[in-house]
């Protein structure tokens, strides 16, 4: 049976059936491994591990007992998410060699619904860049668009999962390091509302802490309100299983709002051009788009400047942020850590207080107008940025125009800092054939519409996310 490039819910029934073992779902995952050592998806592969994981789950099918909605299937997770006995570098040449001696509670509970963890994934130094290259896992490649980057901060996630290795990424996204890397790669990913997935087990975390005493997340600060911890997958469908499993909803609750699309769903969209620099095949992409839903759903509206303001507080906001998690961590070792980095830091530890309470107002009062969009609307459609995937140096192309770093997220950022939950959704293929991804938006805590929307428009769309190059 090639399970490969199946989707997670796909393995998962054909375990629980009987018509595939979770034991020969690892042994090709593990196949497609090997057959890419040049990847770079991977700073530490646990096949042992995951081979005990296998096992356990066949016996308890073999006993007839309950194997939980993501039996036998393979997961990745990202190197800033803490899993015991493995690695936990967060990139960084200062943490080389580190291991975990704790289970951040996101993996623990898709273990506990029957997933079995094949290694920790690259990411660039703390997971600062849209591009994955780091000193402990080399440079990730795009497995399915050669030339072009798997994107970044979870570029090792989207590669692991695009190459067929992992059927489930685990990252995390505070300017667009999930739905950017998802894009790139041409697979789906979901940004939960920020607080409703345990962040317990994030690197750094409180005090610098790295895996060997208190796990405490960081205090209340931007990256601590709206970093996340959210999959990757083949599927929407998958996304939904899985946040499922990470909010711990009971058994037979609902992750969806039935009914809810498309008919009655009122729609607002944008090019993201009022967010940075967008390639006109981009604003006709989505363009193209929302006319071709505009019979389908309720009301269609179309907003030039959406969120423009929170990108803008956003934009303020994250390099005065004292990182006083990421300062702990580096102290002492300072001389490990990439200037540029190291630069960010300090930067930020020497914001006045006035400085920094003005930033903070300033957020929360564009946060608090960009909202009023979903007054009237249900759902958001943007696109994940204004180009696809960048090159492998970190250069995008928008029309002659050359984009590098942070500024290709401007898109991301902007929901970032809404506190929207967002699906990353491929739908079409730029002049290059690369992903163009679209961003589904909805209010905060309604992350079953943002979902039951995207599923309806993976449908509609008809993008092939099985593809592999």
Request: with cysteine; charged share 20%.
């Amino acid at each position: 049976m090639k399970t490969a490039l199946r989707d997670a819910t796909a393995l998962a029934s054909a375990v629980r059936t009987g018509e595939a073992s979770a034991g020969s779902i690892l042994a090709e995952s593990r196949s497609r491994a090997d057959a890419t050592p040049d990847l770079c998806a991977f700073i530490q592969e646990d096949w042992d591990g995951a081979a005990l994981a296998a096992r356990e789950v066949d016996r308890r099918r073999n006993r007839g007992e309950d194997l939980g909605p993501l039996a036998g299937v393979p997961l990745s997770v990202k190197d800033v998410i803490a899993v015991a006995g493995l690695q936990l570098t967060g990139g960084s040449a200062a943490y080389a060699g580190n291991v975990a001696s704790f289970t951040a509670t996101a993996v623990r509970r898709l273990q506990e619904a029957g997933a079995v963890v094949i290694g920790k994934t690259n990411c660039p130094e703390f997971a600062f860049g849209a591009i994955t290259e780091s000193a402990v896992g080399g440079r990730t490649l795009n497995p399915r668009f050669p030339g072009a980057t798997a994107g970044g901060s979870s570029g090792g996630e989207a590669a692991a999962v695009a190459a067929g290795i992992s059927a489930l990424g685990l990252g995390t996204d505070y300017g667009g390091s999930l739905r950017w890397p998802a894009q790139c790669v041409g697979i789906t990913a979901l940004r939960p509302t920020p607080r409703s997935v345990p962040d317990l087990g994030i690197v750094p975390g409180a005090g610098g802490w790295y895996g060997s005493a208190n796990p405490s997340p960081p205090g209340a600060r931007l990256q601590a309100a709206t970093q996340v911890v959210g999959p990757l997958a083949r599927s929407v469908r998958d996304l939904r299983t899985a946040l499922a499993v990470l909010t711990d909803l009971r058994p037979g609750v609902r992750t969806s709002l039935a009914g809810a699309v498309p008919g009655n769903v009122v729609v607002a969209w944008s090019d993201g051009s009022a967010l940075g620099p967008v390639r006109h095949e981009v604003s006709a992409m989505i363009a193209s788009l929302a006319e071709q839903i505009a019979p389908e759903v309720r009301t269609l509206t179309y907003v030039p400047d959406l969120f423009a303001g929170s990108l803008v507080a956003y934009n303020r906001l994250r390099p005065i942020d004292p990182m006083v998690d990421h300062a702990a961590a580096v102290a002492g070792r300072e001389h490990l850590i990439l200037p540029a980095n190291l630069d960010v830091i300090r930067r930020s530890m020497q914001t006045g207080a006035g400085e920094l309470e003005a930033a903070v107002a300033e957020s929360e009062q564009a946060r608090r107008r960009d909202l009023a969009v979903f007054d009237t609307a249900d759902i958001v459609l943007l696109p994940v940025a204004g180009g696809p995937a960048c090159d492998v140096s970190g250069k995008l192309d928008i029309d002659g125009q050359a984009i590098f770093g942070w500024d290709i997220m401007g898109q991301c950022r902007a929901v970032t800092m809404v506190g929207a939950p967002v699906v990353s959704l491929p739908i079409a293929l730029s002049s290059e054939g690369l992903p163009l991804s679209v961003q589904v938006v909805a209010r905060p805590g309604a992350d079953a519409l943002a979902l039951d929307f995207a599923e309806w428009l993976e449908g509609f769309t008809r993008f092939d996310l099985r593809v592999s190059r």
